[in-house]
């Protein structure tokens, strides 16, 4: 493979990276809007935001730190995407 085509494969990886995370937020942003975030729960519970499934699993919108002191913190969602992509490279 030619440096080129490594570099090629580099900008792509790296747009399909950004893109995850965008839509990672807006389902996020989605979830909160209607009043409930997924876990990691097996079964599948879906909880309130700040809610924890009757398994015991953070709801994903707590377990990420996206509440802070009983509200949701904007910031912290938007901040996620540029968090994401610097993990994942």
């Known amino acids: 493979m030619s440096g080129q085509q490594n570099f090629v494969k ?5 747009e399909n990276e950004k893109k995850s995370a965008d839509e ?3 389902f996020i942003e ?3 809007n209607e009043g409930w975030s997924p876990t990691k729960c097996p079964e599948g ?3 309130e935001p700040d809610g924890v499934c009757p398994h015991g699993f953070k ?3 707590l377990e ?3 509440i802070a002191d009983g509200r ?3 910031e ?3 901040n996620y995407g540029s968090y994401y992509s610097r993990q994942t490279t």
Do not use: D, K, M
């Open 10 to 14: 580099s900008e792509e990886t790296e």
């Open 24 to 26: 990672f937020i807006e």
């Open 30 to 32: 989605i979830c909160i």
């Open 45 to 47: 519970c879906p909880v």
């Open 59 to 61: 709801s994903i919108v």
């Open 64 to 66: 990420l730190g996206f």
């Open 72 to 74: 949701i913190n904007r």
């Open 76 to 78: 912290a969602i938007e």
